[in-house]
């Protein structure tokens, strides 16, 4: 069992950068890939960034390519998404999500655990 907890949301202006993390407690951290999602007012949940579980590979939606960095640190067991320079269209509770997967899964059904999110908003 893995419960994971988001921190570092709040309100800023376009333009503006902010780091989410997600702490996770149980056992084998450094055993699951990592993820983070997010899900606007009346959309779908949408896939941002995942890292694996060593750290040494990540992926990311086209959309927040360049802009947003994914980081763990293993030994903190905590997964980090590093956001700069922020749009109106980023704004979305964004929640992190933990995988028993060998690969970077896009998709949420490919996660177990995940987090109770935590609120971005940009204003323009």
């Known amino acids: 069992q893995v419960q994971l907890v988001e921190s570092g949301g709040g309100l800023v202006q376009a333009g503006d950068s902010l780091r989410l993390s997600c702490a996770a407690s149980g056992r084998s951290f450094s055993t699951y890939a990592m993820g983070w999602f997010r899900q606007a007012p009346g959309k779908e949940r949408q896939f941002v960034a995942a890292?694996?579980?060593?750290?040494?590979?990540?992926y990311y939606a086209n959309s927040v390519k360049g802009r947003f960095t994914i980081s763990r640190d293993n030994a903190k067991n905590t997964v980090y998404l590093q956001m700069n320079s922020l749009k109106p269209e980023d704004t979305a509770v964004y929640y992190c999500?933990?995988?028993?997967?060998?690969?970077?899964?896009?998709?949420?059904?490919?996660?177990?655990?995940w987090g109770q999110g935590t609120q971005v908003t940009v204003s323009s």
């Open positions: 999500a933990a995988g028993r997967s060998t690969k970077l899964p896009t998709r949420g059904a490919e996660y177990d655990y």
């Open positions: 890292i694996s579980a060593s750290g040494g590979s990540t």
